[in-house]
């Protein structure tokens, strides 16, 4: 059974920076993709990066230049560094894979940036 833990999420400031962790465990392959969605209050839940085995990586248009995605396929770990946040990027942040067609995801870390 393939599990995700997330960490990193935080109370920071408007222009700070942060970065998020995802370890993955329970799975003897590596995984096709792997990245990051946020849900907000009151709002779906959204892409932000994502990375694929072959280093394809897709950004939310609202973070392009300021968040970059990373893997490390060796200890299953997958990394969200997030520069200049902004208000606007204050979510609940998920940790996202997916193997031969099955998702799967993350309990969730919590971001708040303070204006």
């Known amino acids: 059974q393939v599990h995700l833990v997330e960490s990193g999420g935080r109370l920071v400031q408007t222009g700070g920076s942060l970065r998020l962790s995802c370890a993955a465990s329970?799975?003897?392959?590596?995984?096709?993709?792997m990245g990051w969605y946020r849900q907000a209050p009151g709002k779906q839940r959204e892409l932000v990066a994502i990375?694929?085995?072959?280093?394809?990586?897709t950004y939310a248009d609202s973070v392009k230049g300021r968040f970059t995605v990373s893997r490390d396929d060796a200890k299953d770990m997958v990394y969200l560094q997030m520069n200049s946040l902004e208000p606007e990027d204050t979510a609940v942040y998920y940790c996202y894979a997916r193997l031969r067609k099955q998702d799967y995801w993350g309990q969730g870390t919590p971001v708040t940036v303070s204006s």
């Open positions: 990375r694929s085995y072959g280093g394809i990586t």
């Open positions: 329970g799975s003897n392959f590596a995984f096709d993709a």
